[in-house]
């Protein structure tokens, strides 16, 4: 199945760079292709641009296979959406939610989303080919399950697939949250970066690792867990247990906990302003009191990114990726948040693991877990059952 999966990761292509990509011969490519062309796995999808000669027609797998579901399951918010083998999106749903509830609760509500999302694109249960689930903890990838996660710790060693399995026949495939994020920066480069990082930074911090063109996931499935890394020896105890956590110390809620005290202490008039009209401040008025200049507020952003940056230079000496993506509800903040966070990374790093590094948010924003969500879906329903149904 590897000319499926090529045509997948490429996002389409005409059969000459298909050939090329896999190393065939033309005529191996053309017989290859017009058999999974006649068994209706592959399709034409339109000529390519003319570059001079007869324009190449564009093949990409066949949207008659079915749909792929796609779930992100965040701490705060779970977004569902339905999409094409190509993962073009046919119906999307995102509400608040927290994970605190169990599964239970949030698995029934997913559960209720996907029946009716896939009434609403005319299609049934039958017609799922595989199914993609992002949550925010370390996950066993092998068996689907949740490994003491911190942050929901009543759905330790839940079955999430198991519990799929009982409406749906397709493969129902479990990841942690900002692994999909990586999956999905990476069919959006289609495979051209082989050494990048993603890191989201919400209720928890987490890095997605691409390390030889594939997501690495580590011995057990915590590769990447780097919010519980110390930055501060003295700092606030973590929910972890632990001390001086940088997801303690510069994740949303503490973002978000510096922005009561400075608006507390009238320290920002902006920030108690937002207090009293709403009664509560989040992350993005911070972002936003910054914008209008308040002082406390830079302080605050600039605090977050530098002690992010100062884990994130520890990552890139050992790891010294070609890009970092940042990403989460915390890009919202705005610019100011990046730069402190990459002037920390070039402080703290070595010059060799910075020559060519690029720091940016990532470029698929809020849309990241459900575009990763389908790619696993779709890659890992090609490896296991070659998208026969």
């Known amino acids: 199945m590897r000319l499926l999966e090529t045509t997948f990761w490429s996002a389409g292509g005409s059969r000459h760079a298909m050939a090329e990509q896999l190393g065939f011969s033309k005529s191996k490519a053309n017989g290859l292709i017009a058999g999974l062309v006649d068994q209706g796995l592959l399709a034409e999808a339109g000529l390519q641009r003319s570059s001079g000669g007869r324009r190449a027609e564009n093949l ?57 999302l896939l009434a609403r694109c005319n299609v049934g249960a039958r017609d799922v080919l595989g199914i993609g689930i992002g949550v925010p903890g370390p996950v066993n990838f092998e068996i689907g399950q949740l490994v003491n996660p911190p942050l929901m710790p009543a759905w330790d060693s839940f079955s999430i697939r198991d519990y799929l399995r009982e409406d749906y026949a397709a493969p129902v495939f479990v990841d942690n949250d900002v692994n999909l994020m990586a999956l999905g920066e990476l069919w959006r480069l289609k495979r051209s970066l082989s050494n990048f990082l993603v890191i989201k930074i919400g209720t928890g911090i987490g890095c997605g690792i691409v390390c030889h063109g594939e997501v690495y996931r580590g011995a057990a499935g915590s590769a990447g867990d780097v919010g519980h890394i110390c930055v501060d020896q003295e700092g606030p105890r973590c929910h972890c ?70 884990m994130l230079a520890s990552v890139v000496n050992f790891f010294n990726p070609s890009h970092v993506f940042i990403g989460g509800g915390i890009t919202r903040i705005g610019p100011l948040f990046l730069a402190a966070v990459r002037q920390s990374v070039y402080q703290r790093s070595l010059a060799l693991s910075t020559r060519h590094l690029e720091i940016q948010y990532t470029p698929l924003g809020t849309q990241g877990g459900l575009v990763g969500a389908g790619v696993l879906a779709m890659h890992e329903t090609l490896k296991v059952r070659g998208v026969a149904p």
């Open 241 to 310: 247990g632990n001390l001086g956590c940088v997801e303690a110390m510069a994740a949303g809620p503490a973002i978000t906990r510096m922005a009561m005290q400075a608006a507390e202490a009238g320290e920002s008039a902006a920030l108690a302003e937002c207090l009293r009209v709403h009664g509560r401040i989040d992350a993005i008025d911070v972002g936003q009191a910054s914008r209008g200049g308040d002082t406390a507020a830079n302080a605050i952003i600039q605090c977050a990114g530098s002690l992010i940056g100062q």
């Open 60 to 116: 990409q797998l066949n949207a008659g296979l079915g749909v792929l579901v796609g779930i992100d399951i965040g701490a705060t918010s779970l977004d569902v959406a339905v999409l094409r083998p190509n993962l073009t999106v046919l119906a999307q749903h995102d509400e608040p939610a927290d994970v605190r509830e169990g599964p239970a609760v949030v698995l029934a509500r997913v559960r209720t989303l996907m029946r009716e």
